[in-house]
């Protein structure tokens, strides 16, 4: 079984509205955290936002949001106001367990965002 | 300024040769990783270094080589029994000690392309 699922392999939205990229991720540790990744057409992956499982409220750096639901094991990506130069792949992606020898992240298939002007 | 730093960023070679892909990070993080990435199927860990002298397999290690003599380099070999070679390579490092979350910093890649 995947354990990060990305649904939507292409996304459109308009320019200045908000946009949803789904997350769905499969883990039974109690402590891992989720990540979502940027990766313009250049191909540099660029961190976006963190969440920790055990983080209570919504990871938020500027206009992005992450719409954390632990019992639904969703974790989804949320952009406002998008612009032009949010056109790109956005990958989710997970760490399980708190440290140690726990140092991998697993990357979900990606969603392919354009954004219309 | 602190990065990673992978060359060459473009690579041929022809079937049945041996190549290895550069990286380098001034970060003086702990962790290093090698990722390849193809069309429509996300990044998959290939190996992974926690320390130096000390190295894991990853999801698809096989055809594959890697050696970590210093802290800041981390070359991936790509030989001739990797059955489909031509990727995008992405390297990766991390810090392992105290506020960690686990965030990986990535090189800019290395496009291989075998003839």
Known sequence: AQKITQTQP?????????????CTYDTSDQ???????KQPSSGEMIFLIYQGSYDEQNATEGRYSLNF????????????????????????????????????????????????? | DGGITQSPKYLFRKEGQNVTLSCEQNLNHDAMYWYRQDPGQG??????????????????????????????????????AQKNPTAFYLCASSISTGRWTGELFFGEGSRLTVL
């Open chain 1, 10 to 22: 292409g996304m459109f939205v308009q320019e200045k509205e908000a946009v949803t990229l789904d």
């Open chain 1, 31 to 37: 402590s891992y955290g989720l990540f979502w990744y």
């Open chain 1, 69 to 117: 639901q632990k019992a639904r094991k969703s974790a989804n990506l949320v952009i406002s106001a998008s612009q032009l130069g949010d056109s790109a792949m956005y990958f989710c992606a997970m760490r399980e367990g708190s440290g140690g020898s726990n140092y991998k992240l697993t990357f979900g298939k990606g969603t392919l965002l354009t954004v219309n002007p």
């Open chain 2, 43 to 80: 990044l998959r860990l290939i190996y992974y270094s926690q320390i130096v002298n000390d190295f894991q397999k990853g999801d698809i290690a096989e055809g594959y080589s890697v050696s970590r003599e210093k802290k800041e380099s981390f070359p991936l070999t790509v030989t001739s």
